[in-house]
């Protein structure tokens, strides 16, 4: 007799969405609330609950965003070429390189330049005048010498500090939104790519040798914006992963895509709280039953809003059999005459 397959990944009527939101929530009472250290970047990216929370809550920016930059094939398997590259991504301001002591009595501006840090970025005094010059315009005078610079204005003592701060947000170098570029060497795959602090797929995408298809971002809505919510799905379902996976707490994969899945499938990511999938419930007493318990049923009365009760909330609530497992099955006895 031949064997039958059982395509049915699941019964009809199972309520995967209590499964998997159990299946998440009760290893998730477990977690810590401790940071990972990435190798060679100097960010403590959050882990565990913060980090879940984050991801479920869609953030617009995550507490600590990291990047991961590809190269194409010729350059991948070049370290100097990818460390070069690197060197030049890492975004660099005046602010960062420089000290600034407001002098309003002489009406100037007095800046110190770290000397060994501009050198080691390649980065001249002489850059930084040049820099600052062409921001001013014909406001005021510049003037260098060794590792200082004095700028002189002839205006009111409350648009010194205004200067000031314009001239700390000068960019010298890099792509603004990147810090702490590190070259990292995948041996699996023998190639090298650059791993930075922060994201901007925008600029990025524009660097010769860059391979866009294989840009990421732990930054969910930067990967929606860029790639489309597809890539948005797979990022939030590798992301969810990554956490339970890194706290010891192993998930099957099919809990967290079916999140992932309501999460994005209006066309665009939404939050499971209140300002998302919760608050958008077609139940009234289901929304009520969440947060903000009065506004949901006051706005449903100025509505004249009907409650279906198809869910499981709303008739828990009113005490009637929930449409899930047995209670999906009617059983209809035609009386004997």
Avoid at 186 to 197: K, L, P, T, V
Avoid at 301 to 309: F, V
């Amino acid at each position: 007799m031949p064997r039958i397959k059982n395509n049915n990944s699941i019964d009809s009527g199972e309520a995967v969405g209590i499964v998997a939101a159990q299946s998440l929530g009760e290893p998730g009472t477990q977690m810590t609330m401790r940071t990972f250290h990435y190798a060679g970047v100097a960010e403590q990216v959050p882990l565990g609950l913060p980090r879940l929370i984050e991801l479920v809550d869609a953030r617009r920016e995550p507490s600590k965003t990291l990047t991961d930059i590809y190269l194409e094939n010729d350059m991948e398997k070049n370290y100097k070429a990818v460390e070069e590259l690197a060197k030049a991504l890492e975004y660099i301001s005046i602010e960062d390189v420089c000290s600034i002591v407001e002098n309003f009595s002489k009406k100037e501006l007095r800046i110190t330049v770290d000397s060994e840090f501009a050198q080691a970025n390649g980065i001249t005094i002489r850059d930084i005048a040049k820099k600052i010059r062409q921001s001013m315009g014909n406001a005021g005078k510049v003037k260098y010498k060794s590792n200082h610079i004095m700028v002189r204005i002839d205006t009111a003592y409350q648009k010194l500090r205004r200067l000031s701060m314009k001239i700390k947000a000068i960019p010298l170098k890099g792509i603004r939104g990147l810090s702490k570029a590190t070259v990292i060497n995948d041996e699996r795959n023998g190639i090298y790519f650059i791993r930075c602090g922060g994201s901007n797929i925008n600029e990025i995408k524009k660097i010769e040798g860059v391979d866009y298809s294989r840009i990421y971002t732990n930054n969910v809505r930067e990967i929606e914006k860029h790639f489309g919510i597809e890539a948005a799905r797979n990022a939030l379902l590798k992301e969810i992963r990554q956490v339970m996976d890194l706290q010891g707490l192993p998930v099957d994969a099919r809990h967290i895509m079916l999140i992932a899945d309501a999460m994005c499938m209006r066309g665009a990511i939404e939050p499971v709280g209140r300002h998302g999938l919760s608050g958008r419930k077609s139940s009234v007493l289901a929304r009520a039953a969440f947060e903000e318990t009065v506004k949901h049923l006051v706005n449903a009365s100025i509505k004249g809003e009907e409650d279906p009760l198809s869910g499981v909330t709303e008739n828990i609530i009113i005490g009637q059999t929930i449409k899930l497992g047995t209670g999906k099955v009617r059983l209809v006895m035609k009386e004997m005459e």
